[in-house]
């Protein structure tokens, strides 16, 4: 196979995207923020409105964080995400999937109980490059992106 013409393919894609909040949207996470951290303490629970009323201050600031350009790599070694090697032995499977409405995205599945699936933005450009290198060192399994991920993106984050 080609698999010795070609080492590696690198690009750069923001690690999230992004959509710009307007005024509404800051609004609607405090109303609904401070309206069930009022009902929760008055219901006698006073240890979940304060993580109620934590939880909406973080996702307002965690909101505001501009994307970062992040390098990634698939090479004859592994995947690399912003530096960080992983290795072909601590993966699984990879799938594309190409449904996605801004980018393709490359799931990996690892072997690591903490973090399980690697999501990747994968521009179309270099599909077939990509899947050439996969393709010969892990076996092509049908994933979906997590459905956190989904839901976030739902959120606007």
């Known amino acids: 196979m080609a698999q010795d013409t ?3 393919v690198t690009w750069e894609a923001y690690d999230h995207y992004h959509e710009e909040k ?14 069930l951290t009022i009902v929760t303490i008055i219901l006698g629970n006073i240890l979940l409105g304060i993580l109620i009323a934590v939880a909406g201050s973080v996702l307002m600031l965690v909101s505001t964080k501009q994307p970062e350009v992040v390098p990634y790599a698939v090479t004859t ?9 992983y290795p ?6 990879y799938f594309i999937l ?3 409405e801004a980018m393709p995205m490359l799931l990996v599945k690892s072997e ?5 699936l690697l999501t990747i933005p994968l ?11 996969l393709a010969s060192r ?5 994933m979906e992106e997590p459905i956190v991920h989904r839901f976030l993106e739902l959120l606007g984050l």
Do not use: K
């Open 6 to 8: 070609l080492s590696s």
């Open 22 to 35: 307007g005024s509404d949207w800051y609004w609607i996470v405090s109303i609904i923020t401070i309206s």
């Open 77 to 85: 070694r592994g995947v690399r995400i912003a530096g960080r090697l």
């Open 88 to 93: 072909y032995t601590t993966l699984e499977s």
């Open 98 to 100: 190409e449904e996605d």
């Open 112 to 116: 690591r109980w903490l973090m399980p």
């Open 123 to 133: 521009p179309t450009e270099y599909l077939d490059e990509v899947e050439e290198l």
């Open 138 to 142: 892990l076996p092509e399994e049908p």
